[in-house]
C-alpha cells in the first residue's frame, strides 16, 4: 500500500484481556518498529524488527508483550491480559533501510487501546 | 525515560507570528529528527541533521543543529494554522541505533 496501516484504530479491552495489534508496512520496506505513545508523552521504543528477525526487544515494558513478523511483512503487537497502564497509542513504523541509520521512518496512524 | 528535553511543552502563537522550539541532550548524537504528529494522527519526517552545525530549511520550517550536536531548534516563519500540531524531535546515538524521542511541544496557531 501507499503508507503504514494499522488496525485496529481504536481497541478498548476489558482489564485481563488479550489483544492482537496488527501493522502492514509499506512494501518491501526491511525494518519496522513499535513504538508506544502515552497521553501526552512522546513516543518510546517497544521493538525492532529487521525483515523477520526480531533484532531488539529491549523496550517491551513485560513479558506480557510480545511482537512478531513471521514472514517480514505484516507484524502482529500481541499484548496478553491486559492492564490500566497498557492503554496509549501504539505506533508502527517502517524504513526502507536495513540499518536502520537513517532512521527516516514513515509511522502508521497508530492504534488507540484503552484497558478499562 | 526521555534522554531529550524538548522546550517549551506548548505553545500558542498568534498567525503570522515566527515561533522556536528547542530541543537538547546531555550526550553527543549521531543524528536528530524532526516530525509533526497531527492529533490523532501518525507522525509526519520533516527534517533530518546528521553534521554539526547543519542547518535545514523547507518551506518556512528551519531546522539546526550545533556544533556539538547536542542541541537543535526548530524555527518557524510567519506561522499559520496549518502549523498547528505536535513537534517531536528524535535522535538515535549511533548508526543503526533506535530512535528516542522528546516529550513533543504541542503548538497552536490562533487566527
Known amino acids: 500500500g501507499a503508507g503504514v496501516s494499522q488496525s485496529p484504530r481504536y481497541k478498548v479491552a476489558k482489564r485481563g484481556q488479550d489483544v492482537a495489534l496488527r501493522c502492514d508496512p509499506i512494501s518491501g520496506h526491511v525494518s519496522l518498529f513499535w513504538y508506544q505513545q502515552a497521553l501526552g508523552q512522546g513516543p518510546e521504543f517497544l521493538t525492532y524488527f529487521q525483515n523477520e528477525a526480531q533484532l531488539d526487544k529491549s523496550g517491551l515494558p513485560s513479558d506480557r508483550f510480545f511482537a512478531e513478523r513471521p514472514e517480514g511483512s505484516v507484524s502482529t503487537l500481541k499484548i496478553q491480559r491486559t492492564q490500566q497502564e497498557d492503554s496509549a497509542v501504539y505506533l508502527c513504523a517502517s524504513s526502507p533501510y536495513r540499518v536502520p541509520g537513517a532512521n527516516v521512518l514513515t509511522f502508521g496512524a497508530g492504534s488507540r487501546l484503552t484497558v478499562l | 525515560s526521555q534522554e531529550l528535553e524538548q522546550s517549551p511543552q506548548s505553545l500558542i502563537v498568534q498567525e503570522g507570528k515566527n515561533l522556536t522550539i528547542n530541543c537538547t541532550s546531555s550526550k553527543t548524537l549521531y543524528g536528530l529528527y524532526w516530525y509533526k504528529q497531527k492529533y490523532g494522527e501518525g507522525l509526519i519526517f520533516l527534517m533530518m541533521?546528521?553534521?554539526?552545525?547543519e542547518e535545514k530549511s523547507h518551506e518556512k520550517i528551519t531546522a539546526k543543529l550545533d556544533e556539538k550536536k547536542q542541541q537543535s531548534s526548530l524555527h518557524i516563519t510567519a506561522s499559520q494554522p496549518s502549523h498547528a500540531g505536535i513537534y517531536l524531535c528524535g535522535a538515535s546515538k549511533a548508526a543503526g541505533n533506535k530512535l528516542t524521542f522528546g516529550g513533543g511541544t504541542r503548538v497552536l496557531v490562533k487566527p
Open positions: 541533521l546528521q553534521k554539526g552545525g
